[in-house]
């Protein structure tokens, strides 16, 4: 028998088109098939009554270190960087999260259902990123929306810091720029190589490294470009369209000064995070109040808490900060759901409420951009993931991975 949700009467904002008073959101088996008004109620949908209250798409947080950089773990916890080779390229963020990390239960708590985790910044290649839900496995695996969505590399003063230190290359940002030049090269010889093995019929020795970048060439992988300062965004254009690849710059802190090359190019930021000191030099320019400069130049723009350099919960806190520094607050939703999906193209799946998509949907107290509105309820896949205690006024529950299974704990 198929699992129906029908959430009914409530403020129902779907992003992608206008927002409708009492509408009604349908799912079936974990995905939606029918959004809007005056929508038949199939029989034996487990219904939902959302009056009162606003729905909208689970958030997306573009740009984090969920599960690899736990929050509160310390050292032991901390797998963000391999820092032994400066091109980590066929190192994966997926190998390293732990999705028992309280990190996750704080994601459901601010309503982010899904969660693109990348490796850190202090190599110029840190690796591959992969596109997870916040909820739902004994394993990672188990939680996999994409494995394969993009590269994340580094500009600026993380890696020169780190390998200056070493005293090795690249301890400029010559040398950084030297080190992707030079991987981008063996990958394109490599592909060349292999392209013509397979015609010839010969055997072939796999690099994994190679072969990471060159998907990269190939456009089946983004280059998530993490860089500061305007002279690094330069130097990431200007690499990009030297090798041809699918660029998007994020944190993006002075991206402002040269939005119109970007949105000319059609290069998306993923900007932020924006909770946090001026921390190093590149940050001496930082301001929320850029993010919008950056938006009405016409980039298509994200917002990132960093996790855990801005708590993942924080995600919605940040739009709110952005509209009172002049981003359009038609823009703030869309930086926070569709527009996260489609930049590293997971809108196929999530990011608004759309037949097709999944059934992450948020049911909120009220307008999220409002500062006193609250997360009253989470579905994943249809599944409830955040539900009332019963209690006025009592924060929502998380429900716990292991009662999906139908235990009362992992012990019990």
Known sequence: ????????????????????????VIAVDGVITDVGA??????????????????????????????????????SGNDTNEMTDPNGARFRALDGIDIEEVGFRDALRGGVTTAVIKPG?????????????????????EQVLRADVSVKSALGENPKRVYGEKKQTPSTRLGVAAVLREAFVGARTYAE???????????????????????????DLAWDQHCHRHDDIATAIRLSEEFGYRLVVNHGTEGHKIADVLAEKGIPVIFGPMLTSRSKVELRDRGIGNLALIAEAGVTVAITTDHPV??????????????????DPKIAPEALTVNPAAILRLDD????????????????????????????????????????????????????RWERFGRTSWRG
């Open 1 to 24: 028998m198929a699992d129906i949700l029908a959430i009914t009467g409530g403020h129902v904002v779907p992003v992608v088109g206008d927002s409708i008073d009492g509408g009604t």
């Open 38 to 75: 005056d929508i038949a109620i199939p029989d034996g949908a487990r219904i939902v009554d959302a009056t009162g209250s606003w729905v909208l798409p689970g958030l997306v947080e573009a740009h984090g270190h969920l599960g690899v950089h736990e929050d509160g773990e310390g050292w």
């Open 121 to 141: 910044s202090g190599n110029p290649i840190g690796g591959r990123t992969v596109a997870i839900k916040t909820w739902g496995g004994r394993t990672v695996d």
């Open 193 to 219: 190589k292999r392209a013509a093995a397979a015609s010839k019929g010969e055997p072939f020795d796999r690099d994994l490294t190679h072969e990471t970048l060159a998907a990269v060439l190939d456009g």
């Open 310 to 327: 801005v708590p993942i919960d924080q995600l919605r806190l940040q739009a709110i900060l952005a509209v009172s520094e002049g981003l």
């Open 349 to 400: 799946r999530v990011g608004a409420l759309e037949a097709g998509r999944d059934a992450d949907i948020v049911v909120w107290s009220g307008d999220p951009l409002a500062i006193d509105s609250r997360v009253e309820r989470v579905f994943i896949g249809g599944r409830d993931v955040v539900e009332p205690t019963g209690a006025d006024d009592a924060t929502p529950r998380v429900v716990e």
